[in-house]
């Protein structure tokens, strides 16, 4: 059975957080306004980031074909830690307020 899996995910210090979408298009649109909405605080030197400060939004694309024939691609930025707790709230509320609309 092919699978396919749509989803945004955050991550900060351990911390997790993630989000599934029931298609590429709904996830790429909620992915970029929270990139265009953060957009001026993403992390500009990733080679020396220090891997505490660094919150990472990622947009992944999960392919599973049959039962051994996995694809993922997931697109990335890395954000200041300061943004961790809003940047969460933020997509939250964005992703409830689409699932409402849907309901």
């Known amino acids: 059975m092919d699978t396919d899996i749509y989803s945004i995910e955050l991550l900060h ?3 997790y957080e ?5 298609n590429e298009s709904e996830r ?3 992915f970029n306004k929270v990139k265009k909405r953060y957009a001026g605080k993403e992390i500009q030197d990733k080679n020396n980031a220090d891997d505490r ?3 990472q939004l990622s947009a992944t694309s999960l ?3 049959g039962k051994n ?3 993922q691609v ?8 300061d943004v961790f707790g809003e940047m969460l709230s933020y997509i939250n509320n964005e992703f409830n ?3 409402k609309s849907i309901s």
């Open 28 to 30: 790429d649109a909620l």
């Open 53 to 55: 400060n660094i919150v």
């Open 69 to 71: 024939d996995v694809f």
């Open 74 to 81: 997931s697109p990335f930025e890395w954000y200041d830690y």
């Open 18 to 22: 993630s989000w599934e979408f029931g």
């Open 97 to 99: 307020k689409k699932n």
């Open 63 to 65: 392919h599973i074909k």
């Open 13 to 15: 210090q351990g911390k």
